[in-house]
Antibody
Framework: QITLKESGPTLVKPTQTLTLTCTFS??????????VGWIRQPPGKAVEWLAV???????RYSPSLKSRLTITKDTSKNQVVLTMTNMDPVDSATYYC???????????????WGQGTLVTVSS | QSVLTQPPSVSGAPGQRVTISCTGS?????????VHWYQHLPGTAPKLLIY??NRPSGVPDRFSGSKSGTSSSLAITGLQAEDEADYYC???????????FGSGTKVTVL
């Protein structure tokens, strides 16, 4: 059974760096084809893909946020960490991590999601 | 502005059939990448509804997806009150080297 859970601060100040951790079980990020992604949804807005990391350590980032994002994995701990620098109130959103279903390091879909964590950016 | 275009809303009476369109471009759906569909109920995580042309285990066969070139659609037949939710299409974009989601469509059951 695949499960994922996000953890991190619920409140960050503008200009601070956000660090979110995704702890998962039921699969290994060292298995060929596996990926873990981050997706967010600001209140009242559409979902937005942020980043993904694959079993081979390849990474993809949203072009509009690439300069602010870093995604890493710790295979031994079954964790994926996303950092986002220079947070702004417009970054307030529910942040989800999700298991990427696919066979290569492109394409595929997100078939298992965490419950999400609401992050508010405010001074 | 989303790379994949969806209508903001669709509605139908219980039992009716509704379809949601998703229009992409030559760098994503037109490049051969599959389109996937998610159902998002308030306060919950999005749920994968359609993976390419397939339904994951547990998804009712009232939901079906299709794709032709850069155009895709999700059909819901026998609409039920519990289908009232937001629906998103998703694909992969070669030019952006990343995943793209549609703008979302709210389905209302009249």
């Amino acid at each position: 059974q695949i499960t994922l859970k996000e953890s991190g601060p619920t409140l960050v100040k503008p200009t601070q760096t956000l660090t979110l951790t995704c702890t998962f079980s039921g699969f290994s990020l060292s298995t060929s084809g596996v990926g873990v992604g981050w997706i967010r949804q600001p209140p009242g807005k559409a979902v937005e893909w942020l980043a993904v990391i694959y079993w081979n350590d390849n990474k993809r980032y949203s072009p509009s946020l690439k300069s602010r994002l870093t995604i890493t994995k710790d295979t031994s701990k079954n964790q994926v960490v996303l950092t986002m620098t220079n947070m702004d109130p417009v970054d307030s959103a529910t942040y989800y991590c999700a298991h990427r279903r696919g066979q290569t390091d492109t394409g595929g879909a997100f078939d298992y999601w965490g419950q999400g964590t609401l992050v508010t950016v405010s001074s | 502005q989303s790379v994949l275009t969806q209508p903001p809303s669709v509605s139908g009476a219980p039992g009716q059939r509704v379809t949601i369109s998703c229009t992409g471009s030559d760098s994503n759906t037109g490049a051969g990448y599959d389109v996937h569909w998610y159902q998002h109920l308030p306060g919950t995580a999005p749920k994968l509804l359609i993976y390419g042309n397939n339904r994951p285990s547990g998804v009712p066969d009232r939901f079906s997806g299709s794709k032709s070139g850069t155009s895709s659609s999700l059909a819901i037949t026998g609409l039920q009150a519990e289908d009232e939710a937001d629906y998103y299409c998703q694909s992969y974009d070669l030019s952006l080297s990343g995943y793209v989601f549609g703008s979302g469509t709210k389905v209302t059951v009249l």
